[in-house]
């Protein structure tokens, strides 16, 4: 399905051809403006059968979009590894309702409890489902290759600190996307509310349709389970 996004041109069969003024990928609603009308139009993707601009129908029931960035980041963290980036870290808690998701993206050292946070480097539900671009000058939909174009240009000199070796981090994050790419994504963000400790990586969907995710478990980051021990009060961390 091609990226469905503000200003993206479409057509609709009694309207004509319009650009989308705002979207939302959990919904399926948006708003458009047809020609010069003042005023937008509120359309559902489901059932008001609107086209992109070439006549390609948008099946948002049969080919829903993305509803959260994280098969793409993976991606894109994958590629730059292979190329010697290998001290960047994908912080990852989505939610599987959609809504309530985080992405943290940072350079070594390798300390999830303290991440370095640069400007642009993070992003949440909130903004993608209105707008899903990451905010790097990146357009909707841009694959792995372009996402990482797109975030040189953006902070060259952030990129260039995770330059460097991290051989056992680089090994299991490649072992994690060619089980999960490109339909599911992991998340970090166990909280002790949610019980205990699960012995596996918590893997969900990223668009509806796809179906929970039944294959073999998936290990922890390295050094993740020495991180935390569990008391029957409170979650500390290890001295």
Same mark, same amino acid.
């Given at each position: 399905?091609?990226?469905?996004?503000?200003?993206?041109?479409?057509?609709?069969?009694?309207?004509?051809?319009?650009?989308?003024?705002?979207?939302?990928?959990?919904?399926?609603?948006? $708003? /458009?403006?047809?020609?010069?009308?003042?005023?937008? &139009?509120?359309?559902? !993707?489901?059932? #008001?059968?609107?086209?992109? %601009?070439?006549?390609?129908?948008?099946?948002?029931?049969?080919?829903?979009?993305?509803?959260?960035?994280?098969?793409?980041?993976?991606?894109?963290?994958?590629?730059?590894?292979?190329?010697?980036?290998?001290?960047?870290?994908?912080?990852?808690?989505?939610?599987?309702?959609?809504?309530?998701?985080?992405?943290?993206?940072?350079?070594?050292?390798?300390?999830?409890?303290?991440?370095?946070?640069?400007?642009?480097?993070?992003?949440?539900?909130?903004?993608?489902?209105?707008?899903?671009?990451?905010?790097?000058?990146?357009?909707?939909?841009?694959?792995?290759?372009?996402?990482? $174009? /797109?975030?040189?240009?953006?902070?060259?000199?952030? &990129?260039?600190?995770? !330059?460097?070796? #991290?051989?056992?981090?680089? %090994?299991?994050?490649?072992?994690?996307?060619?089980?999960?790419?490109?339909?599911?994504?992991?998340?970090?963000?166990?909280?002790?509310?949610?019980?205990?400790?699960?012995?596996?990586?918590?893997?969900?969907?990223?668009?509806?349709?796809?179906?929970?995710?039944?294959?073999?478990?998936?290990?922890?980051?390295?050094?993740?389970?020495?991180?935390?021990?569990?008391?029957?009060?409170?979650?500390?961390?290890?001295?």
């Amino acid at each position: 399905m091609k990226p469905v996004a503000p200003g993206t041109v479409i057509f609709h069969r009694y309207r004509g051809y319009g650009v989308i003024v705002s979207v939302n990928l959990l919904t399926g609603w948006i $708003s /458009a403006r047809f020609g010069d009308e003042g005023r937008t &139009l509120d359309l559902n !993707l489901s059932s #008001d059968q609107v086209q992109h %601009a070439d006549g390609e129908p948008i099946l948002f029931r049969s080919a829903p979009p993305d509803r959260m960035p994280h098969a793409r980041l993976m991606a894109m963290v994958r590629e730059l590894h292979r190329a010697g980036y290998q001290r960047l870290y994908l912080y990852s808690w989505p939610k599987p309702s959609g809504l309530h998701w985080r992405w943290h993206l940072f350079t070594g050292p390798r300390n999830w409890m303290q991440r370095s946070w640069r400007e642009g480097w993070y992003g949440s539900g909130a903004d993608y489902n209105l707008n899903p671009m990451m905010g790097w000058g990146d357009a909707p939909g841009a694959s792995p290759v372009e996402l990482t $174009s /797109a975030l040189a240009k953006f902070d060259p000199a952030g &990129l260039a600190r995770a !330059l460097g070796r #991290d051989e056992d981090h680089s %090994a299991w994050f490649e072992q994690v996307c060619d089980v999960l790419l490109p339909d599911y994504a992991f998340s970090l963000g166990w909280d002790r509310r949610d019980g205990p400790h699960p012995e596996g990586l918590p893997v969900m969907p990223v668009r509806r349709g796809v179906p929970e995710y039944n294959g073999p478990l998936l290990p922890w980051p390295p050094g993740w389970t020495r991180l935390w021990r569990y008391t029957k009060t409170d979650l500390v961390l290890k001295a």
